[in-house]
């Protein structure tokens, strides 16, 4: 079984632009968690969608939005892309919401 | 809110020896799950082991285990004849199993560098 993929692996973005970022589940996974890793903050969560339905968001401002499709890949944006928002971004996908979560190899995001 | 607390951020093991990694959390729930992950070098996150708070037993996988202590939220990972390949970042997660504000959310600590020594 293949398994979460994320697409690009590497980014670099000037201030101000935006970004898509893509991840594609484990197969009959519905659930898809996005995590923001950077030095200084460590792992922090992003967003949860579970059939299409944000379930659940941290504390990140608007300018961070995510959506899911019926086949259960996710994209996660960026939009007015801040210096800050350098880091690797996870995403990781469960069988069920509460169970052990699988992560692809993530996105590294370098904004310039 | 959780929090999770791993006080050591670096531990270093000779090959073939045992290790013991610490991770504390903070949580008023009864129900959750605790979780090792590793990430190497190449940031992928490999899940190691998983406890389940309602299990009093503490959980194993092959050189893997874990000292779980429910009343004093401590949740420690033993890695035992130490490996060139273990040398990776740890990171100790909670989930909570109380759905709403908690779904598809882990809380990690801060993590812990690995070094293994030939």
């Known amino acids: 079984k293949a398994g979460v993929t994320q697409t690009p692996r590497y980014l670099i973005k000037t201030r101000g632009q935006q970004v898509t970022l893509s991840c594609s589940p484990i197969?009959?996974?519905?659930?898809v968690s996005w995590y923001q890793q950077t030095p200084g903050q460590g792992l922090q969560f992003l967003f949860e969608?579970?059939?299409?339905?944000?379930?659940n968001k941290g504390n990140f401002p608007g300018r961070f939005s995510g959506r899911q499709f019926s086949n259960s890949r996710s994209e996660m944006n960026v939009s007015t892309l801040e210096l800050g928002d350098s880091a690797l971004y996870l995403c990781?996908?469960?069988?069920?919401?509460?169970?052990?979560?699988?992560f692809g190899p993530g996105t590294r995001l370098t904004v310039l | 809110a959780q929090t999770v607390t791993q006080s050591q951020p670096e531990m270093s093991v000779q090959e073939a020896e045992t290790v013991t990694l610490s991770c504390t959390y903070d949580?008023?729930?009864?129900?959750?799950?605790l979780f090792w992950y590793k990430q190497p070098p190449s940031r992928q996150m490999i899940l190691v082991i998983r406890?389940?708070?309602?299990?009093?037993q503490n959980a194993t996988e092959n050189r893997f285990s874990v000292n779980f202590q429910k009343a004093a939220k401590s949740f420690s990972l033993k890695i035992s004849d130490s490996q060139l390949g273990d040398a990776a970042m740890y990171f100790c997660?909670?989930?909570?199993?109380?759905?709403?504000?908690?779904?598809?959310?882990?809380?990690f600590g801060q993590g812990t560098i690995l070094t293994v020594h030939p």
């Open positions: 990781a996908s469960s069988r069920t919401s509460g169970r052990e979560q699988f």
């Open positions: 197969s009959g996974h519905r659930s």
């Open positions: 969608y579970f059939s299409e339905t944000q379930r």
């Open positions: 949580t008023s729930e009864s129900d959750y799950y």
């Open positions: 406890q389940e708070a309602y299990k009093q």
């Open positions: 997660a909670y989930r909570s199993d109380a759905g709403g504000t908690s779904y598809g959310k882990l809380t």
